[in-house]
C-alpha cells in the first residue's frame, strides 16, 4: 500500500497514482473531506463490566459512517462498533464493549479511521448489579409503594428498570 499525507479544506478531491511522471488511468479514487466533529458526553455515564449496553455519545457534527472508540491504557484507540447518527448530527449511539471496572475514554471515528476526535467522554464501567431481594415483593394492585431492593452493587447510580 501506498500511504499519503494529505490535507484539505472540503469537499471530495480525486487521488491518482503516477508513475516517473505517468498518470496510471483507471487507478484512481477520491478523498472527502468533511468539516469537523466534536465529543462533548456520552450516556450513560457507566456501564457494566460485561459491556452490551447502548452508549450515546453526544456532540456535534456526528454522522454517518461514524462509530464508537473506546480508549483502553494497554490497547489505545479502537473501534468497538458502528454507529447509528441521531438527532441532526448531535448524538451517535453505539454498543459499549466488555471492559474491566476502571474508566475509559469514548471517542469517534470516521469511517474506521484510527485517530480519535476531537474532544473525548469518560465512562465508567463497574460491577455489574446482583439483586438478591425485593422487599415487599408484593404490592396491592394500582396503589404503587416503596420496595428495598438489596444485593451487591445497588448503590448510587443504579437505575430499577
Request: proline share 4%.
Amino acid at each position: 500500500p501506498l500511504q499519503l499525507a494529505l490535507c484539505g479544506t472540503s469537499g471530495t478531491v480525486p487521488v491518482g497514482v503516477e508513475v516517473d511522471g505517468v498518470e496510471q488511468g483507471g487507478v484512481s479514487g477520491s478523498v472527502e473531506y468533511v468539516s469537523g466533529w466534536s465529543v462533548t458526553g456520552v450516556q450513560p455515564s457507566s456501564v457494566g463490566e460485561s459491556g452490551g449496553a447502548s452508549v450515546t455519545v453526544l456532540g456535534s457534527g456526528l454522522r454517518g459512517g461514524m462509530g464508537c472508540i473506546f480508549h483502553d491504557a494497554s490497547a489505545g484507540w479502537r473501534q468497538e462498533s458502528s454507529g447509528t447518527a441521531q438527532d441532526g448530527g448531535k448524538a451517535i449511539v453505539c454498543t459499549a464493549p466488555g471492559h474491566a471496572v476502571g474508566v475509559v475514554l469514548v471517542g469517534v471515528a470516521l469511517d474506521g479511521a484510527a485517530a480519535a476526535s476531537a474532544g473525548n467522554a469518560e465512562l465508567a464501567y463497574v460491577k455489574a448489579p446482583v439483586v438478591t431481594s425485593v422487599v415487599p415483593s408484593r404490592l396491592e394492585a394500582g396503589s404503587g409503594g416503596v420496595v428495598t431492593v438489596y444485593g451487591q452493587h445497588v448503590g448510587a447510580g443504579a437505575n430499577v428498570l
